[in-house]
């Protein structure tokens, strides 16, 4: 089970705090909660009862008696209602529908040009989830979209988004809201994705690194266990970021073009077709390397170490414990990662690489999705919002 939220401190008397401990996934009794938080027998059983008809939480057998009438055990409850999930790309959307513990039950993927504009994409998108949601006896509790771009992430719109033509300060939650009468949140796609891929794979790591190489770059940070977002929301934006030049390097000593410049899986294309290799975009890319085509082998090695002098930097000031290669290009083999790899433990300082493990993303094809879904799911299971439910439900 995904643990959507860490445990609040006990010993407070709401039952939305008290329903925070819940979100590991282990059965109590009242008897448990109580001793846990330091609240009487009977105040703990008004709160249970509340989340008990509130949905959140549900009867879990029964705990071994210690003479007596064995005590109730209660859990928490991942299917008292669902999320929607988006997962917005520069050339696919992904749409989704998870339960509250983060498990995908329903999900369908389309062909998209973000360029169409956000008014016709979000309805095709929204009509798919609507499709989705029909096969679902359960309520949807709130909408969670990733995007390729910079998000102000406390209005949700896209601000100057540059390969979404058309989307910049697009109210997005306000115009899914037309449709879905829920919290609706939006985020950049690669933060969702280092959500994801943290809560699936390294749910114990504290300090993650994500990178997503494909149309174009970018990184999601994980701090002390935290998302960082920024002042702003435009935290990870590496990218943008001047790749310096290395001893040896082949690049002109002029070339001042930033890392998405050089290479993303697009720079990566037009590097082959200089050299007369068919190749449109990232997933041509991946083909040709997964074909064992040397020029795109090298190729893509090589943006491995372009990306590698920059997060070499990175994990000098940040000293992540994981680093995380996603997209399109990571996933066609180790040759971005081996370039990665090849920089970045030569060019940072011994103490921040010694325990330093860089792999490739394992949370699959859903990874965005999964990250949305848990956005959402954090979001509408905090303490103040359970409070908020039962209080508009008169428990």
């Known amino acids: 089970m995904v643990d959507v939220m860490r445990s609040a401190t006990p010993g407070t008397a709401g039952a939305g705090e008290i329903f925070q401990l819940f979100l590991d996934g282990r059965a109590r009794t009242k008897a448990e909660i109580a001793e846990s938080t330091g609240l009487s027998r009977s105040t703990v059983a008004t709160r249970i009862d509340a989340l008990l008809a509130a949905g959140l939480i549900h009867a879990a057998g029964e705990a071994t008696s210690t003479g007596g009438r064995p005590p109730a055990r209660v859990a928490f409850n991942p299917r008292a209602g669902v999320c929607l999930a988006v997962d917005l790309g520069a050339t696919h959307a992904t749409v989704a529908i998870a339960d509250l513990a ?3 039950l329903d999900a ?3 062909p998209i040009d973000i360029g169409d504009g956000p008014e016709p994409l979000l309805d095709r998108l929204l009509d798919d989830g609507t499709t989705l949601l029909e096969g679902i006896d359960l309520p949807l509790l709130g909408v969670g979209i990733g995007v390729p771009g910079p998000v102000e992430h406390s209005t949700g719109r896209p601000t100057n988004p540059p390969i979404m033509p058309g989307w910049d300060r697009f109210d997005v939650p306000g115009y899914v809201q037309r449709r ?6 939006v985020d950049n796609d690669v933060n969702i994705l280092a959500v994801g891929e943290q809560a699936t794979s390294w749910p114990h790591t504290r300090d993650l690194i994500f990178i997503k190489v494909a149309t174009g770059i970018g990184a999601g940070l994980i701090s002390g266990g935290q998302l960082q977002r920024g002042a702003q929301g ?3 934006d590496l990218g943008h970021v001047q790749v310096p030049r290395a001893a040896g390097s082949i690049r002109p000593i002029d070339d001042d ?6 290479a993303s899986g697009t720079a990566i294309a037009a590097a082959l077709r200089d050299q007369g290799v068919d190749a449109a975009g990232s997933a041509d890319v991946a083909d040709l390397v ?3 085509n040397a020029a795109a082998i090298e190729a893509t090695r090589q943006a491995g170490r372009d990306v590698g002098e920059v997060l070499a930097t990175v994990v000098n000031l940040l000293n ?3 680093i995380v290669l996603g997209g399109l290009v990571a996933r066609a083999g180790e040759h971005l990662l081996a370039g990665v790899r090849e920089v970045v433990y030569q060019r940072s300082i011994p103490l921040a690489t010694q325990h330093l493990t860089i792999v490739q993303s394992q949370a699959g094809e859903h990874s965005g999705v999964l990250g949305a879904a848990i956005m959402v799911s954090r979001h509408v299971l905090s303490a103040a919002n359970v409070d908020a ?3 508009a439900a008169g428990h």
């Open 102 to 104: 983060g498990r995908i």
């Open 108 to 110: 369908s993927t389309r």
């Open 180 to 185: 879905f009468d829920v919290p609706v949140l």
């Open 234 to 236: 435009s935290a990870g």
């Open 257 to 262: 073009r930033d890392l998405e410049a050089i």
């Open 290 to 292: 997964r074909a064992g």
């Open 320 to 322: 992540p414990s994981v």
């Open 389 to 391: 439910r039962i209080a």
